[in-house]
C-alpha cells in the first residue's frame, strides 16, 4: 500500500468546486493514503478573495491569491480551468519551491505533452479526470502517467483518488472520452432525472413527487447493479414484461433517438476537450 508522509505538503492552485470537493474529501477520507491529511497539510492558491475566505473558515486550510505565494509543496493539485492553465504554469514554472513536485492535473483536455512544455524540467507530471460524485465519496476518476511520472506517482494518484470513490488508470489516448463520459456523466444523469420529472409531470405527477421517484429509481437501479453484479444488459431485460409497458417505452425512446443523442453528446464532449487541450 502507498503511503503519505504525514509531514507531505499538498498545494492547490484554483479553490473552486473541483479543487474544494478533491481537498475536502482527502481530509475527511479515513482511508489509506488520505487518512492522516488534515487541513495543515494543504495550502491553496485563488485569486477570488470570497473562494479564499470560504475554503479557510470551512476548512481552516491556509489560502495566499497566487501560485508564486506558496512557499513550499510535495504535491501540486493543478484544478483551474484549462483556459488559464498555461498561464499559471508558466507563472511558477521557474520558482524553486515546485522544481521537483508531483503535478496532479485535474484538467478537462489539457494533455500531459502540452502541460509538461510548462511546467520545471525536474517535475513529474500525473494527469487525471475525476467527477463530482467525489464530494459525497462516490466519484469516478480516470488517471494516466505522462513522460515523467513513475509507476509510484501513477500509484499514488490513483490510491488518493481511490479515497474518493473508484479510480481508473487508462492510457492517455483515452482521457478525452473519459471525461465526456465519466467527467460530464453526472450532468447527463441529472438532465435525465429531470426529463423524467417533466415527463412524470406531464402524466399528472406532483412535480416534487417525480423528481423523488425519478431519483430514487436511479439510486437504487445502480445499487442493484452494485450488489447483483446485473450486467446493464440483464438489469434492462428483467424489468421488461413481454408484450408490457416497459417495451412500448423503450421502443418509443429508441424512435426519437435517444441512443443516437447519448452518442452525438459524448463525441461532442471529446471535441470540446479536444479544444479546451489547445486552449
Ligand atoms: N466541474 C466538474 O464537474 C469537473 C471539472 N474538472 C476540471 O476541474 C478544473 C476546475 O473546474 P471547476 O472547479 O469546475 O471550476 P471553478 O471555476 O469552480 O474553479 C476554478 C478556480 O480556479 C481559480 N483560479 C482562476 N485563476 C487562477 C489562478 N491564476 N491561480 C489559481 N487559481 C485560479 C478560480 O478562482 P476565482 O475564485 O478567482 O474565480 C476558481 O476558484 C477544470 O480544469 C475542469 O476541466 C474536471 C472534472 C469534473
Ligand atoms: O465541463 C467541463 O469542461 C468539465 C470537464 C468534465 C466535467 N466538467
Same mark, same amino acid.
Given at each position: 500500500?502507498?503511503?503519505?508522509?504525514?509531514?507531505?505538503?499538498?498545494? !492547490?492552485?484554483?479553490?473552486?468546486?473541483?479543487?474544494?470537493?478533491?481537498?475536502?474529501?482527502?481530509?475527511?477520507? /479515513?482511508?489509506?493514503? +488520505?487518512?492522516?491529511? &488534515?487541513?495543515?497539510? =494543504?495550502?491553496? +492558491?485563488?485569486?477570488?478573495?470570497?473562494?479564499?475566505?470560504?475554503?479557510?473558515?470551512?476548512?481552516?486550510?491556509?489560502?495566499?491569491?497566487?501560485?508564486?505565494?506558496?512557499?513550499? #509543496?510535495? %504535491?501540486?493539485?493543478?484544478?483551474?480551468?484549462?483556459?488559464? $492553465?498555461?498561464?499559471?504554469?508558466?507563472?511558477?514554472?521557474?520558482?524553486?519551491? =515546485? +522544481?521537483?513536485? !508531483?503535478?496532479?492535473?485535474?484538467? #478537462?483536455?489539457?494533455? &500531459?505533452?502540452?502541460?509538461?512544455? @510548462?511546467?520545471?524540467?525536474?517535475?513529474?507530471?500525473?494527469?487525471? $479526470?475525476?467527477?463530482?460524485? !467525489?464530494?459525497?465519496? #462516490?466519484? +469516478?476518476?480516470?488517471?494516466? /502517467?505522462?513522460?515523467?511520472?513513475?509507476?509510484?506517482? %501513477?500509484?499514488?494518484?490513483?490510491?488518493? =483518488?481511490?479515497?474518493?470513490? @473508484?479510480? =481508473?488508470?487508462?492510457?492517455?489516448?483515452?482521457?478525452?472520452?473519459? *471525461? @465526456?463520459?465519466?467527467?460530464?456523466?453526472?450532468?447527463?444523469?441529472?438532465?435525465? %432525472?429531470?426529463?423524467?420529472?417533466?415527463?412524470?409531470?406531464?402524466?399528472?405527477?406532483?412535480?416534487?413527487?417525480?423528481?423523488?421517484?425519478?431519483?430514487? &429509481?436511479?439510486? *437504487?437501479?445502480?445499487?442493484?447493479?452494485?450488489?447483483?453484479?446485473? &450486467?446493464?444488459?440483464?438489469?434492462?431485460?428483467?424489468?421488461?414484461?413481454?408484450?408490457?409497458?416497459?417495451?412500448?417505452?423503450?421502443?418509443?425512446?429508441?424512435?426519437?433517438?435517444?441512443?443516437? #443523442?447519448?452518442?452525438? *453528446?459524448?463525441?461532442?464532449?471529446?471535441?470540446?476537450?479536444?479544444?479546451?487541450?489547445?486552449?
Amino acid at each position: 500500500m502507498v503511503q503519505l508522509s504525514k509531514d507531505v505538503r499538498i498545494a !492547490l492552485i484554483g479553490g473552486g468546486k473541483m479543487g474544494e470537493a478533491v481537498m475536502g474529501g482527502w481530509i475527511a477520507s /479515513g482511508k489509506e493514503p +488520505a487518512a492522516s491529511l &488534515t487541513a495543515e497539510n =494543504f495550502v491553496v +492558491a485563488n485569486p477570488g478573495l470570497p473562494r479564499r475566505e470560504h475554503l479557510e473558515q470551512a476548512y481552516g486550510v491556509a489560502c495566499v491569491e497566487q501560485a508564486v505565494d506558496i512557499d513550499a #509543496a510535495d %504535491i501540486v493539485v493543478l484544478a483551474v480551468k484549462p483556459q488559464v $492553465m498555461m498561464g499559471v504554469l508558466e507563472a511558477i514554472s521557474s520558482e524553486p519551491q =515546485f +522544481a521537483e513536485c !508531483l503535478f496532479v492535473s485535474i484538467a #478537462a483536455g489539457m494533455t &500531459t505533452e502540452r502541460l509538461q512544455t @510548462a511546467l520545471p524540467s525536474r517535475a513529474r507530471l500525473v494527469r487525471t $479526470m475525476p467527477n463530482t460524485p !467525489l464530494l459525497v465519496g #462516490a466519484g +469516478a476518476t480516470t488517471v494516466c /502517467g505522462s513522460a515523467s511520472a513513475t509507476e509510484g506517482d %501513477i500509484e499514488l494518484v490513483q490510491a488518493l =483518488f481511490s479515497c474518493l470513490g @473508484a479510480a =481508473f488508470v487508462v492510457d492517455e489516448d483515452d482521457m478525452d472520452a473519459t *471525461g @465526456a463520459l465519466s467527467g460530464s456523466g453526472p450532468a447527463y444523469v441529472a438532465a435525465m %432525472i429531470e426529463a423524467l420529472t417533466a415527463a412524470g409531470a406531464g402524466e399528472g405527477l406532483d412535480a416534487g413527487l417525480a423528481e423523488q421517484l425519478a431519483l430514487q &429509481t436511479v439510486f *437504487g437501479t445502480a445499487e442493484l447493479m452494485r450488489e447483483t453484479g446485473q &450486467t446493464p444488459e440483464q438489469t434492462r431485460i428483467a424489468v421488461c414484461s413481454p408484450g408490457g409497458s416497459t417495451l412500448a417505452a423503450l421502443a418509443a425512446m429508441d424512435e426519437a433517438g435517444l441512443s443516437r #443523442a447519448y452518442e452525438a *453528446g459524448v463525441r461532442a464532449a471529446v471535441q470540446r476537450s479536444k479544444e479546451l487541450g489547445a486552449c
